[in-house]
């Protein structure tokens, strides 16, 4: 069974969300425990080290990070895909690499264990 952890990017938009998208959210990651490389979809491009699964009647993202080594999924990002939107889930994604935000809350220890 691996151990579920957020990034606080991550949390922060769950946090965000109501009660009942929530609660469908943190079930959707709850089910990453059991087998999170069958379960999600690998992304392409620059977002090719993540994979993506659908939760909340299929209107939210949860894209994560599977480490194998230490049986860890990091769930980085939760939003919705909005092709062409500056928030859009992927664009959110591309430009937190570019940054280094993911990067930063993984060096300095900034991710939370989780659900």
């Known amino acids: 069974m691996y151990t579920i952890r957020l990034t606080l990017v991550a949390a922060d938009s769950l946090k965000k969300l109501d009660a009942t998208t929530q609660r469908q959210v943190i079930h959707k990651i709850e089910s990453l425990k059991q087998e999170p490389l069958l379960l999600g979809k690998p992304l392409k491009g ?3 080290e993540y ?3 659908r939760a909340a009647g299929q209107r939210y993202q949860i894209i994560y990070k599977v480490i ?3 049986i860890i999924v990091v769930v980085v990002s939760i939003g919705i ?3 062409g939107d500056k ?3 992927y ?3 591309k430009k937190y690499i570019k940054t280094g935000l993911l990067e ?4 300095h220890d900034m991710v939370q264990r989780a659900v």
Do not use: G, T, W
Not at 104 to 107: M, Y
């Open 104 to 107: 930063q809350d993984a060096d």
């Open 46 to 48: 620059p977002l090719k």
């Open 51 to 53: 994979r993506s699964i």
């Open 68 to 70: 194998e080594s230490e």
């Open 81 to 83: 895909r909005k092709d």
């Open 91 to 93: 664009a959110l994604m």
């Open 87 to 89: 928030k859009d889930i």
